[in-house]
Each structure stands twice: as C-alpha cells, then as structure tokens.
C-alpha cells in the first residue's frame, strides 16, 4: 500500500481521511500515532468510527466531522442508497450538472441520508490548531471528489500534502468534474501515477485506472 509505505519512511506525515467509511485508514493511521482528520457524512459510518477510537484508545490523535464536503457550505442535501452497497452513498447531483443537487430543508437525526455540507477550507483550523504541516490525503467519495478541489485552495497552499490517493473509478465518466479535478492539480505540479507508479497522461483522463495517486 502506497500510503502505508511513506507513513513508515516520513514519521512526520498525518493523514486527511476524505470518506472513511468505517474507518479502516483511519484506524490504521492513528494506531501508528499520527494525526488524523477523519471526515464522513454518513451518521452510521461516524458512530463506528467513534466506538473504533475508544477502543483503540486513540481519541487525542484523531477528529471526526461528520459533514458532506460540497462547493457551499451549510446546506442539507439529500444521499442516494444503493441496497447492494452500504458504502455507496453519493450526494445526489442531477445528471451532466456538476452543482445541480437535490436539497431539502431541514435536518433529521432520523435519516442519515440528509446531510449536511461545509467547505474543505473551513476545515484549516483544525490543522491550525494543532501545528500539522505535513499530511497525505485519500478521497473516496463517491463521484463527489471535484467539491474538495473547489474550495480546497488555502488547506492545500498551507499544508505541504505530497499525495493524495483518489478513487477515479466514479468521476472518469463525467468531463466536467474531470477538469475542476485535473486542472486543479496541474497547477500545483501534481503528476497523477496508477498504484505501480506508472505517469498517467494528464490529456486522457478518462483512460485512468479505478484508483489514482
């Protein structure tokens, strides 16, 4: 595992968890004594994430935020289910339009498909707050990846991230979040590789294997 190895050889690097799930990176990351922000929409997820991290007795070392990362912050939207896959919810975004999303109006503790949204910039305090400066970052959410980009500028021109692992099995069919995505990261020299370190060419986005690095 890619992240695996740099935390090992870099004790220096904390992690940014965009879409733990269950927690499995999360988890793993702070047993090895590192900070990490842990983030998760989905209520079900977070409260198996909580009990994980009192178990494990790792609370100083990790913050959860239970909030759907969105280009707006403050809004309640509305999650799909797929019955087939607990871990596939996605915010509902109406087909070709990248910011046309399903809203509703007010927030249930009973449906953990409503969520609300924040900013990815909002969270820079809490990197503040405790000195990071250095962290690696995985975003897996669900065809959703392009909203941490869009107000994601001033965690990323504060923070040194030298890789972020990303899910792009979602995304790679829809053009528009492609380019929010892959422009963004040009402009900071990022170079996207596969998982065996092969250089993807940044004209055929489309072409990218399922995940990215």
């Known amino acids: 595992m890619v992240i695996l190895r740099l935390l090992l050889r870099h004790p220096d690097l904390d992690f940014i968890d965009i879409g ?28 198996l994430i909580q009990q994980a991290v009192q178990l494990a007795n790792v609370a100083n070392r990790v913050v959860l935020v239970q909030n759907a990362i969105f280009s707006r912050s403050g809004e309640l939207l509305h999650l799909t289910f797929n019955p087939n896959n607990i871990a596939a919810q996605q915010i509902e975004i109406h087909t070709n339009q990248t910011n046309n999303v399903h809203k509703v109006r007010h927030l249930s503790s009973e449906d953990p498909y409503i969520v609300k949204t924040i900013t990815f910039d909002e969270l820079l305090p809490v990197f ?51 380019k929010i995505v892959v422009d963004f990261f040009i402009i900071r020299r990022y170079n996207p ?14 072409t990218w294997p399922f995940d990215i690095y």
């Open 128 to 178: 503040n707050a405790r000195g990071i400066r250095r962290a690696l970052m995985k975003i897996d959410i669900e065809k959703s990846e392009h909203f941490v980009v869009q107000n994601g500028s001033r965690i990323f021109d504060t923070l040194e991230i030298p890789l972020v692992q990303m899910e792009w099995g979602g995304i790679q069919t829809h053009a528009d979040r492609i």
């Open 20 to 47: 733990a799930n269950i927690g499995t990176y999360t988890m793993y990351v702070a047993a090895l004594g590192r900070f990490v922000l842990s983030i998760d929409c989905f209520a079900p997820n977070i409260a």
């Open 193 to 206: 590789i596969s998982h065996n370190c092969t250089v993807l060419n940044t004209t055929e986005p489309e």
